[in-house]
């Protein structure tokens, strides 16, 4: 098995209990105690680097596992080309079916200079592997399998499956962030199929989460990128920076969009605040996907300034239909922010950049600064006042 590919498939593996959203209102991690406001410790100038350019990946890839019994064999790629135009039209119409069949006809290539010219310039292959018993353990370890919150979108007959033996069917897709995001999609919609016809679960290996094909449909990335939240966990850490009692929330996901994770910290254990952020870092995540689309040049996008999230990118974040983020009507309604890359950690995505998310400009980097004051008057800015 190639470095890269068990990088991509161990990304995630050991980042904790993911906490995503299935609607605005159920996002933020599950309310700590106590609720009061603690005092922050001391600030430490030498924990805040100074800002740097954060560089967004000219070409990316995303893998997914899919749980197969233990005696199943892998397909060809001539079985996912038929898979594929067995699809009814209602399902999978003519245009996404020749992509799709192109994307499946693609062998990954090294360097994608070297692709015929007749492929589209953002598809750059699919991997397909079965992995063995050994690799399929220490791609999807037990403990992940067993997580209660890894697997609450499981029904209990697909829960039951978990304790059947089982191997890994990786289906890895590389391309460039084009076409808002065209490759990803077009391979969630391969692993549907696949899954769909196999019966299998599907583990993402960047969240940790694993989920039954109907789940896995209903969070397919859209193609106006009208579910960005669908795509990111957004997960909880003791705050070493600042000590106990507070918290910070960590992305997971971004890696497949070729932006780096981001980092809140500074976060007290409040419940409605906790919310409050991960609204934000989800919002944030959906500006970061679109600012990452691959300039026509060909040259990776680079970010030196500060960014700007506000609530409507919120909104845009979430599918139509699964309620409202709150608005405040007399508050700013954005905020600017400084996105600051932090040493890497062991819980970390394997070779992937998360980024602490920070006042804005020079701010940040001011021996007085206090990461958690300034937390809450931003949350307060873009959301308003906790109910």
């Known amino acids: 098995m190639s470095p890269r590919l068990v990088a991509v498939l161990l990304a995630g593996v050991a980042c904790g209990c993911p906490t995503r959203s299935d609607g605005p209102s159920a996002g933020a991690p599950a309310e700590p105690s106590p609720t009061m406001i603690p005092t922050p410790a001391p600030h430490d100038p030498n924990l805040a680097p100074a800002p740097a350019s954060i560089v ?47 994307l499946i006809t693609m062998e990954p290539v090294v360097d994608s200079r070297l692709q015929p010219s ?27 399998l067993e997580d209660p919150v890894a697997t609450r979108s499981l029904r209990p007959a697909e829960r039951a499956t978990l304790a059947q033996p089982h191997r890994a069917l990786v289906l890895r897709a590389d391309y460039r962030n084009e076409k808002a995001v065209r490759g990803l ?42 579910n960005l939240a669908d795509q990111i966990a957004v997960v909880p850490f003791a705050d070493k920076r600042h000590g106990e009692p507070w918290v910070r929330l960590t992305t997971r996901g971004m890696r497949r969009f070729g932006s780096v994770d981001l980092e809140l910290d500074g976060l007290p254990g409040d419940g409605k605040l906790l919310q409050q952020a ?32 506000t609530h409507a990118d919120i909104v845009k974040a979430f599918p139509n239909g699964r309620g409202t983020v709150p608005r405040c009507s007399d508050c700013q309604g954005e905020l600017s922010v400084r996105l600051v890359e932090r040493p890497s950690e062991p819980h970390d995505p394997q070779d992937h950049v998360v980024a602490r998310v920070v006042a804005p400009g020079r701010s940040s980097q001011a021996a007085n600064y206090d990461q958690p004051a300034w937390v809450r008057e931003a949350l307060r800015a873009l959301l308003g006042p906790l109910s």
Not at 194 to 217: C, I, K, N, Q, W
Not at 279 to 308: C, H, K, N, T, Y
């Open 56 to 102: 967004f990946a000219d070409r990316t890839s995303a893998a997914y596992l899919l749980l197969l019994p233990a005696d199943m064999a892998a397909p060809t790629r001539d079985d996912l080309v038929a898979l594929v135009r067995r699809a009814p039209t209602s399902v999978v119409d003519e245009h996404e079916s020749a992509l799709l069949v192109e």
């Open 185 to 226: 999609r077009l391979l969630q919609r391969i692993v549907e199929l696949l899954a769909r016809e196999r019966d299998a679960l599907v583990h993402d290996p960047d969240t940790g989460e694993t989920v039954g094909v109907g789940v896995f449909a209903e969070r397919r990335l859209q193609a106006g990128l009208g």
């Open 118 to 144: 007749t492929h589209p310039r953002d598809l750059l292959g699919l991997h397909i592997e079965l992995l063995d018993a050994s690799a399929s353990k220490a791609a999807i370890p037990a403990a992940m």
């Open 278 to 309: 991960t609204w934000m870092l989800q919002g944030l995540a959906a500006v970061m996907v679109r600012m990452a689309e691959i300039d026509p040049s060909g040259f990776p996008v680079e970010l030196d300034d500060d960014v700007v999230v």
